[in-house]
């Protein structure tokens, strides 16, 4: 593929933004447009074995003839597919074993995001897989995992270096043409993060990624496949920030998750990338196909704080196969100014004695709408099955809104599901209250909104936590008076 | 005797223009405590918002000065900063968020006003059990989302327990004594008693004597129609008693 190292050549210029920061690292860009051609030249790029390569290009023939789904309760201009660079990397040609080989630049990055790589090494034991833009530039503590048998590695490493594995999941919960924007993903996904943990292994440290949109206009097509093999154990964060930017930016990534025999896979998700300014200029489109499947008495835990981007388009679901498994969501949105979201779940419970929570907070300001959408299914099969769910929201002023959409299928006569929602406003008279006890409005929203969202907050890991309220405090400043 | 707050000739209406303070003169010295009595709608509970900083009125006319300060230039949460406090009539719930940790972003944030860090745990629950024991606080409630599912006898005695917490500097007690039992209102009596020190002054705003039983007012003030027509001793309190609110008028109209 002669001509494909042609188009490697090409290099546009890194443009400068007027607002945030963006990393000066060189980037190597695939021209705008999306066409089988395109799909090659990833795959090529990546030097991906055949059988991955018919896949994208089985999932772009779908997408082709896909259109975009248009049920949410959101407002937007669909992008223009053809307007869209999909793919960019940054520049390293050779492996980095080391972080003295990793670009300054990089470094730099990860410093004003507050993530400062040694410490992360050193203090939290986390093992941290970091996506800039696509490729991985660094995997750690990848040895310590590897003697469990752990595997903790980019999505295209893993394509290369446990090709049975990822053959044998990929897809399998999150089908290439499951909807459009997977379809998308499944054609032109640059990258992303694969993990295995052995049987009856419980891995011992929190799994994290870091993702940062990075290349002017570069669509963003993330792929997760987290693969818990029976009675083994992992909890999985995710946590994204992106500069800010006065330009819309396409995010659309798939997640898969797969729990065998007696496994738990706890995913925790803080997502806070530019919602746009005040007036809803810019932000980031996000439009993401979470889903797990649980085999028998295995367990698939999402929480979710979500306080960015301009559209949010996304229901983490659990595929409740095998008897006696669970499925629970915890979700907290955040909308402000003009921000959009329609999230939700899907509880699909196929085994006997399948149990799903769903707690959804979903927060109100300004001018934005927020909107809890879920499905509970029942199918004829789930015998005892139960469901429990509650969605709240919370609007702060007058301008804002929010809807509840829940859809109910229950199918065999010993299922059960309850459902509870509730909307309560923040008041003028509980504002005064605080004020009249020394703590000012924002600091009095903050605290509010904290003690609302404390259901779900609790589930996430201590550190995230703690700075998942911070984003809360950061996401409503100014959301009142 | 130092003066902690003087009010000349305040009038407030509503935003709708309807006025309902119509030219309030008090001044309240250090170690005093003063009451303030008055028929339904004579402005009792607008006087207590407007002196605590409530956005719902608007301050035509007057001035007041707090510890030498232009309290009405004054942001409702430096009011409270600088020492003053409201025990309300009608506490809010605000579900989630637990008494305790309410409390402690309160006295952190005032803390951070005056220059000074963060609480140390240690001395603020010591504190806490401390202040709690006055009003008979029970320690379920601590941990309770603030107000949320109190009776009205607990929310009025927590609000005495944030009182005896933030150890403020003028307290203003909005018809406390409502709907109180006469346990209840034993115990908040005493607890805003024990408090009264000779640095610090109260405003108690009731409708009734009863209250006046167990605070002991220096000086008994009646407001009718958005104007203070008359101050006496405590006796003046039990005058009314008897006499009820008619007298005054007519008294008023004679005058």
């Given amino acids: ?481 | 005797m130092n003066t902690i707050i003087k009010i000349k000739n305040l009038h407030a209406s509503l935003s709708d223009g309807t006025e309902i303070l119509k030219g309030i003169d008090l001044e309240v010295k250090a170690g005093e405590i003063h009451a303030i009595m008055g028929p339904n709608g004579s402005g009792k509970s607008t006087l207590a918002s407007v002196l605590a900083g409530r956005e719902e009125y608007i301050v035509t006319e007057g001035e007041v000065e707090y510890l030498g300060k232009d309290l009405l230039d004054m942001k409702p949460e430096d009011r409270a900063r600088e020492g003053l406090f409201l025990a309300f009539q009608y506490p809010v719930e605000i579900p989630g968020v637990s008494n305790i940790n309410f409390l402690k972003t309160a006295i952190n944030e005032i803390r951070a006003y005056k220059g000074e860090g963060p609480i140390a745990a240690k001395d603020f629950l010591a504190m806490v059990s401390e202040k709690s024991k006055l009003v008979e606080l029970d320690n379920k409630l601590k941990n309770r989302s603030v107000n949320e599912g109190f009776s009205g006898g607990e929310k009025k005695r927590n609000e005495i327990f944030q009182m005896a917490m933030l150890d403020p500097t003028l307290s203003i007690l909005d018809e406390t004594d409502s709907g109180l039992d006469i346990d209840a209102l034993r115990i908040v009596a005493h607890g805003v008693n024990t408090l009264k020190t000779n640095k610090n002054a109260s405003i108690v705003v009731t409708h009734y004597q009863r209250l006046l039983d167990y605070i002991i007012p220096d000086v008994v003030h009646v407001l009718w129609n958005g104007k203070i027509i008359k101050s006496g001793p405590k006796e003046l309190a039990l005058e009314l008693e008897e006499k009820g609110y008619d007298w005054l008028k007519d008294e008023l109209i004679t005058d």
């Fill in chain 1, 1 to 481: 593929m002669a001509y494909t190292e042609k188009e490697l050549a090409k290099e546009l210029e890194t443009k400068k933004y007027e607002y945030g920061f963006t990393s000066d690292f060189e980037s190597d860009v695939i021209e705008k447009g999306l066409s089988e051609d395109v799909v090659r030249i990833i795959s090529a790029k990546k030097n991906e074995p055949e059988w991955l390569l018919e896949w994208r290009l089985a999932a772009f023939r779908n997408w082709e003839k896909m259109t975009e789904p248009e049920w949410a309760h959101l407002h937007y201009t669909k992008p223009d597919f053809q307007n869209l660079h999909y793919y960019s990397s940054p520049k390293s040609k050779k492996k980095l074993n080391s972080l003295d080989e990793v670009d300054p630049e990089i470094l730099k990055t990860f410093e004003k995001l507050g993530i400062p790589i040694e410490e992360q090494k050193i203090l939290s034991g986390v093992a941290v897989d970091y996506v800039i833009d696509s490729v991985s530039v660094k995997t750690t503590f990848k040895e310590k995992l590897g003697e469990l048998g752990i595997i903790f590695s980019s999505f295209s490493e893993a394509v290369h270096e446990h090709p049975e594995l990822v053959k044998k999941y990929l897809g399998k919960v999150v089908p290439p043409g499951d909807n459009f924007y997977a379809a998308l993903n499944s054609a032109v996904f640059s990258d992303g993060s694969f993990c295995y943990i052995p049987k009856g292994v419980k891995c011992p440290m929190e799994l994290s990624t870091y993702f940062r949109i990075n290349e002017a206009n570069t669509g963003q097509f993330e792929r997760t496949l987290v693969v818990a093999d029976e009675n083994s154990y992992v909890s999985y964060l995710e946590g994204c920030t992106a500069p800010q930017r006065d330009e819309n930016q396409l995010h659309a990534a798939v997640v898969e998750l797969i729990a065998l025999d007696g496994a738990e896979i706890k995913y925790s998700t803080v997502q806070n990338w530019y919602p746009g300014d005040e007036n809803g200029k810019g932000g980031i489109f996000n439009f993401v196909t979470k889903r797990g499947l649980c085999e028998t008495a295995a367990k698939i835990s999402w929480t979710q704080v979500e306080t960015g981007s301009a559209i949010t388009w996304k229901y983490p679901s659990c595929i409740l196969k095998g008897d006696r498994s669970e499925g629970e969501f915890y979700s907290v949105a955040v909308t402000n100014n003009f921000q959009q979201a329609d999230t939700g779940t899907k509880m699909i419970h196929i085994g006997k004695n399948t149990k799903s929570v769903i707690i959804s907070k979903g927060i109100s300001a300004g001018n934005s709408n927020n909107s809890y959408r879920g499905l509970v299914q029942m199918n004829n099969t789930a015998a005892n099955a139960r469901n429990f769910s509650q969605c709240d929201s919370l609007l702060i002023g007058d301008q804002c809104g929010a809807h509840t959409f829940p859809y109910i299928e229950v199918h065999n006569k010993t299922a059960r599901a309850e459902h509870e929602a509730t909307t309560s406003k923040i008041g003028e008279d509980q504002l005064f209250y605080c004020n009249q006890r020394g703590i000012n409005t924002e600091k009095a929203i903050s605290l509010i909104v904290n003690g609302y969202a404390k259901e779900v907050l609790n589930k996430l890991p201590m550190e995230f936590a703690i700075e998942a309220q911070k984003l809360l405090e950061i996401s409503l400043e100014g959301s009142v008076g």
